[in-house]
């Protein structure tokens, strides 16, 4: 079954590769949706696919690329409404 994720990482996440690491992971992982950073210096990322994949985007973004750090995740899961076709870094 399809679900979607919206995650809200923070820490030292803007300026390290952050969504570029998401993006591969989701990439790899086969996701559709998006990746970007806010004003207040976190980033977001809302996700659709299985809930495997979901569960190790997750565990990615708990992790982040070498030079990040995460002091906070926060996750909101539900069903997905397949509003994406492909998973992107918006600006």
Not at 30 to 53: C, D, F, H, P
Request: aromatic share 8%; glycine share 10%; no cysteine.
């Amino acid at each position: 079954m399809a679900a979607r994720v919206e995650i809200v990482v923070q820490g030292l996440v803007q300026g390290v590769g952050f969504r570029w690491f998401i993006f591969r992971e989701a990439k790899e992982l086969g996701l559709t949706g998006y990746v970007k950073n806010t004003r207040s210096g976190s980033v977001e990322i809302v996700a659709e696919g299985e809930e495997w994949q979901i569960e190790e985007l997750v565990n990615a973004a708990k992790r982040g690329p070498t030079r990040s750090h995460v002091s906070a995740i926060k996750v909101e899961r539900g069903p997905a409404n397949n509003e994406f076709n492909k998973f992107e870094i918006r600006h």
